[in-house]
């Protein structure tokens, strides 16, 4: 017997008689929810104790992988794992997720069904935090590992999994630090996978059928900062116009005056794909967009579940001002988020909220993430492997491009990967991604099972030549 496998039987063995191979996929996942990996805005809040415990009990539960793979913790929380591959000459694959959660926004957690941290099981669900975004990406990725190496199988291509632990937070300290070793080893990948991408089981162009989502691009993050500087003073002899009601003036304004619809390059591919599955007149429609783009894009922005994937978005989400009541403020400052279409540029968006603004008593800043990534490949390998790993566990669904409309940890790794993807293959009703970030996340026992069948299909892809 080869002392490889040997050990990997050994360890396998250890593992059986702790209990931990007794638990089923549901159950771990359950228990992983069960700490509480948070990351918080403010980084003094932030338990690192839990990360620790967390990265333990990945010890534990998935003993072959930890045994067999190279294994590195990178800035104290992050994980690099290294599958070398039997030919050298190929270029690794690249498999991201990331182990911190979002909080629970205060005053909400009895609106969950269960604790949003008990990890339950019950009517066929797997409940709590972390359930879609994103520790059902890291446990997924290391249930399909663990069973690939139980059965001794072995790469030719390698594999490395990153598992960051501060995306929620930007991902400065998890994946930019990850990013940093892997090229100081000198890795560079044929393509990569984050998460994002999904199945959808109730897409009502698709009657009857299931859309996987693989998306090929994501939308940017721009923080706008808005400040009105004016006079303050007693409330008994307030200015004409304060700098609350200059600042409100400069929001509702903006508010009004979203940035006009457009179709851009994934979410028409989107269409193109989905043309022969789909009856009329949306088949004339998504076969001619040359023609017809601007209609569709118009009718998607009059939905809030499908206007992100057509517009750059506009979001007010913070507003600070005054110390006292009876104290007329005289600095008034708020933060406007939004998240970039491909295309669309940051120096784009400054000087149109300025020109909507038109107030030069409210300064506009901003802060920026670097590194966006581009639009990849949908006739790479990178998109060939996971639209394989689709069909093989879900043979009648409809595979398409798609952009995400939110942001991944993918940004810190654009100069190490010739293609960047993001799919982690769970099924869900539209309704539930409402829970993502929300009240009430859970995933679906089977579909759950089914997102590891696929991680272990695109696993053993990525590793064939």
Known sequence: ?????????????????????????????????????ISYQDRELIDY?????????????????????????????????????SDPALAPVLFTAH????????????????PPF?????????????????????????????????????????IVFAFGHDEEISGHDGASALAARMRELGLHFSWMVDEGGMLVSDNPLLAGQTMAMINIAEKGYLTLILT????????????????????????????????????VVPVAAMFETLAPHVGQPEQLIFENLWLTDWLVARNMAGNRATMPFVRTTTALTMFNAGVKENVVPQRAEARVNFRLLPGDEPEDVVSYIEDVVDDPLVE?????????????????????VISEAIAAVYPQAVVVPS?????????HYVDL?????????????????????????????????????????????????
Do not use: C
């Open 403 to 411: 952009l995400l409309t939110a942001t991944t940890d993918t940004r």
């Open 99 to 114: 182990t911190d959660v979002v909080p629970v926004e205060p005053g909400t957690e009895g609106d969950w069904q269960h």
């Open 417 to 465: 990967a010739d293609d960047q993807y993001r799919f982690h293959g769970v099924e869900l009703a539209t309704s539930q991604a409402t829970s993502i970030h929300g009240t009430d996340e859970y995933v679906g026992v089977r579909s759950y099972e089914n997102a590891i069948a696929i991680a272990r299909a695109m696993i053993a892809g990525a590793a064939a030549p």
């Open 1 to 37: 017997m080869a002392p490889r496998l040997a050990t990997r039987l050994s360890a396998l063995l250890l593992s059986l008689l702790a209990g931990a191979a007794a638990a089923s996929p549901a159950q771990r996942l359950a228990e992983a929810v069960r700490i509480p990996t």
């Open 49 to 85: 104790s839990q990360f620790a415990h967390f990265n333990q009990f990945l010890r534990d539960n998935y003993p072959l992988v930890f045994d067999a793979l190279e294994v590195e913790t990178v800035n104290g929380f992050s994980l690099l794992l290294r599958w070398p591959g």
């Open 228 to 263: 009105a500087t004016g006079e303050g003073g007693h409330s008994s002899n307030p200015p004409q116009v304060s700098t609350i009601g200059r600042l409100s003036n400069a929001l509702a304004r903006i508010e009004a005056n979203p940035f006009p619809p457009r179709l």
């Open 364 to 384: 506009v800043s901003y802060e920026q993430w670097d590194n966006r990534p581009g639009v990849a490949s949908i006739d790479g390998p990178g998109f060939a």
């Open 118 to 158: 008990a990890g339950v099981v019950a009517d066929g669900r797997i409940y709590g935090r972390g359930t879609l975004d994103d520790k059902v990406g890291v446990l997924s990725l290391l249930e399909a590992a663990q069973q690939l190496l139980a059965e001794g199988f072995e790469p030719r291509r390698g």
